[in-house]
T-cell receptor, first 110, second 115 residues
Framework: QKEVEQNSGPLSVPEGAIASLNCTYS??????FFWYRQYSGKSPELIMF????GDKEDGRFTAQLNKASQYVSLLIRDSQPSDSATYLC??????????FGAGTILRVKS | EPEVTQTPSHQVTQMGQEVILRCVPI?????FYWYRQILGQKVEFLVS????????KSEIFDDQFSVERPDGSNFTLKIRSTKLEDSAMYFC?????????????FGEGSRLTVL
């Protein structure tokens, strides 16, 4: 079982729609959860992190965490073509090591 | 805005040669990391460094790899005797409070091509 699983996509949404990205993790001891965005050939860029069950909103982005289901999601409202990228879910149990999923490719069509 | 800087942006080397990748973390950060990403694959943890010593390393980080903070600003990754499978993008990252409570800031990466 992969430690962090994501649907590779691509997920295609029209401009202005809500994009929903999902991630599951295997280690129940995981403590903190991160969403990074990675444009092709570029480095990961942090979008959001979440530690507690529930929702966390930041602008057009909402992260959702359900530890009982070992599930993290990212919602992007009013999707823009510039949101087209690979979205990486990363999980931390303790210490300093982030475990990344393989990422979901998002394509926003104008 | 503070940023993590990495050099070189691209290095081409022959198999068996040694390479050193350099990073300047964000100045007030305490934790430093190296990750790598083979083309088309996921970002993989290599090593974390705190208080002048390795705090955690992955199975990938074997004896051919070493890290060093030779002065107050640079953080280096040395790969001895490079192999073809070492070809990847290597990302340096830093954080203020560790991965648990602080977010990682990544540099733009150093692309290593081993021929």
């Amino acid at each position: 079982q992969k430690e962090v699983e994501q649907n590779s996509g691509p997920l295609s949404v029209p401009e202005g729609a809500i994009a929903s990205l999902n991630c599951t993790y295997s280690d129940r001891g995981s403590q903190s959860f991160f969403w990074y965005r990675q444009y092709s050939g570029k480095s990961p860029e942090l979008i959001m992190f979440i530690y507690s069950n529930g929702d966390k909103e930041d602008g057009r982005f909402t992260a959702q965490l359900n530890k009982a289901s070992q599930y993290v999601s990212l919602l992007i409202r009013d999707s823009q073509p510039s949101d087209s990228a690979t979205y990486l879910c990363a999980v931390n149990r303790y210490g300093n090591k982030l475990v990344f999923g393989a990422g979901t490719i998002l394509r926003v069509k104008s | 805005e503070p940023e993590v800087t990495q050099t070189p942006s691209h290095q081409v080397t022959q198999m068996g040669q040694e390479v050193i990748l350099r990073c300047v973390p964000i100045s007030n950060h305490l934790y430093f990391y190296w990750y790598r990403q083979i083309l088309g694959q996921k970002v993989e943890f290599l090593v974390s460094f705190y208080n002048n010593e390795i705090s955690e390393k992955s199975e990938i980080f074997d004896d051919q790899f070493s890290v060093e903070r030779p002065d107050g600003s640079n953080f280096t990754l040395k790969i001895r005797s490079t192999k073809l499978e070492d070809s990847a993008m290597y990302f340096c990252a830093s954080s203020g409070g560790g991965g648990q409570t602080g977010e990682l800031f990544f540099g733009e990466g150093s692309r290593l091509t081993v021929l």
